[in-house]
């Protein structure tokens, strides 16, 4: 607010002395309108310093602040990946016109002096457009030429390495015991608005969406200290989207990284617009120990199954073994064998049976 009222007050103090110093002018221009004019050179300066002063005031914030808020905002929604990319492609562009400059000025005229223009405005164009929309190519395309055998020379790519994390994965809690055990390669980039979004959940007059944003913060704040792996808070936003999901999967696009969640309704919509997704409980599934019909176990049976005469315990994964005939074991612990594994949406399910039955 101070640096718009300073702005409007340098604008008033600038528009003014314009309009004294047109002062002249305007009454030499008025004289020969008007012969008997009554207005006199210092009227008329004082009236144009007064209405072009009140119109800097009005005016001044549009024609520098806004200007410069508008480009700061363009610029927060593209990465420095595709500026980057613009800024190469703007210069190979420039090139090529400049060293078809020379051939097109011998052509007859009006070709000689419209054709070397037209040729920068065009080759600088398609430069910026083809490298910002295929500059993913021309890395991969760059990072083959430095690879030897399959295997990277260089290992400044994977510091490049991003993950865009979202408010789910951050409340689940497990991205801090993965980040610890090394498995999570590169920078943790999480959005403001997904902070905001979290801080809100655990303001939340509901004591168990409280809690769930509270555990999310302390989580956020463990992974910060965790050095094997940075975090990074990005400002980046796009305004033009409300929904959360929405501006994750645009900002995914921007930076050309994955998506770390455990939201079902975002990793769908991430999938359809070709964007990869990094899903905890899909990882939590591919690491549950495998089991094999005919191997025994020792589980301490906790409640009574669906089915009549079954009953049920839990593996330290939490996969569900559903026990024929293990009602009559309620509360024991019993060595069972596994007789069926089955993977279903929602995860893997054990069946098992007694081992003396």
Known sequence: MKVNIIIRITG???FGIIGALLGTPLHEFISQLWVNS???LLHISIIACVILAVIGFIISPWITIKPLQALRKFFTRIS?????????GLILGLIIAALLAYPLSLLPKPFSNILPVASALIFSYLGI???STRQGDFITAVRAMFTRGGM???RHSEAEHRILVD???IIDGRIADIAKTGFLTGTLVIPRFVLNEL???SDSADNLRRQRGRRGMDVLSELQKNEAVPVSISEMDDENVREVDQKLVSIARQLQCPILTNDYNLNKIAELQGIRILNINELANAVKSILLPGETLDMKVIQEGKEQNQGVSYLADGTMVVIEN???????NIKVTVTKVLQTAAGRMVFAKPEHD
């Open 152 to 154: 990277k020379i260089s």
């Open 129 to 131: 457009a083809l490298f």
């Open 326 to 332: 293990g009602q009559r074991y309620l509360n024991q």
């Open 38 to 40: 009554s207005l006199t």
């Open 199 to 201: 801080q809100y959940v």
């Open 12 to 14: 008033f103090i600038i």
């Open 80 to 88: 420095a990946q595709n500026i980057l990319g613009g800024l190469i």
């Open 167 to 169: 408010t789910s994965s």
